[in-house]
């Protein structure tokens, strides 16, 4: 697409996002725009999906690297709103994540061990706990047996010699099979002159891919969205969970 065009549509965006009705425009739209998504998803064949395509790459980053900051509460309450009403309590889920993105204040820096307690609260919230053993120590309230995690981070065994970043892979999972869910792994990567790590970026790809995100799912984009300086300062650790859901007593 030519250089014109991409201007005439930063042109646009830039006048509807500072238009004093922006309010009731996110609010109209948002809610059109999901709508027309799901019809569309089911009317129409390649040719739509190919021009949807092309426009994408020009508004996808540019709305990506917009600031919206002055935009958020008025973002929080028409989504809040949208949320809650009749019609669109089938995908609260895409609309609640989709908040949180847009919300998630992400750091300049941020040191591993910090995105690890994260995982750690999202796996203890998290955890698949169908058939685990029941723990029931005399007078404390019993709990899930605790679930093993760890994370390690390693420098690809192949790099680019003609790249001028190193890459490296984080991985943060568990033994159990029962468990893979909450496993996860990101690509990292960092200049050959720099001591720092970023997360290499990931795009949403659809509907579906919103809907599957949890808690660290969006932290860990965030950071990748802001570029965050990621230290690693161990390069792996390990520690056992326990389940945020507490088991029902039953009396025989």
């Known amino acids: 697409m030519s250089g014109a065009f991409n201007e ?3 042109k646009t965006v830039d006048e509807v996002l500072n238009d004093e009705q922006t309010a009731a ?3 109209e739209k948002v809610r059109a725009c999901v709508n027309d998504a799901i019809k569309d998803a089911f009317r129409w064949g390649d040719l739509e999906k190919a021009i949807k395509a092309k426009i994408s790459e020009v508004l996808v980053p540019y ?7 002055e935009f958020i509460p008025k973002l929080d309450m028409v989504l809040t709103d949208l949320a809650n009403t009749n ?3 089938a995908n609260k889920i895409i609309l609640e994540n989709f908040k949180q993105l847009m919300i998630e204040d992400a750091p300049n820096d941020v040191d591993i061990s910090e995105i690890w307690e994260r995982y750690k609260k999202f796996a203890a919230y998290d955890m698949d ?3 685990r053993e029941v723990i029931a120590d005399g007078g404390d309230d019993p709990y899930y047996e605790a679930l093993s995690i760890e994370y390690h981070f390693e420098e690809n065994a192949e790099q680019r010699p003609w790249s001028s970043y190193v890459y490296g892979t984080l991985t943060f999972e568990t033994d159990e099979d029962e468990q893979e869910d909450i496993c996860r792994q990101y690509q990292l990567r960092r200049w050959k002159e720099r ?4 997360i290499c970026s990931e795009r949403l790809q659809d509907l579906d891919s919103l809907y599957a995100m949890r808690s660290f799912d969006i932290y860990m984009h965030s950071l990748a969205r802001a570029h965050t300086k990621i230290t690693i300062s161990s390069d792996s650790d390990s520690d056992d969970v326990i ?9 025989e």
């Open 8 to 10: 005439e549509i930063k």
């Open 25 to 27: 425009m996110i609010g």
């Open 195 to 198: 001591d720092y790590w970023e």
């Open 87 to 89: 019609g669109m309590q």
């Open 243 to 251: 389940s945020d859901n507490q088991p029902e007593c039953t009396f």
């Open 129 to 131: 706990t169908y058939g």
């Open 63 to 69: 709305i990506e690297n917009y600031d919206m900051s």
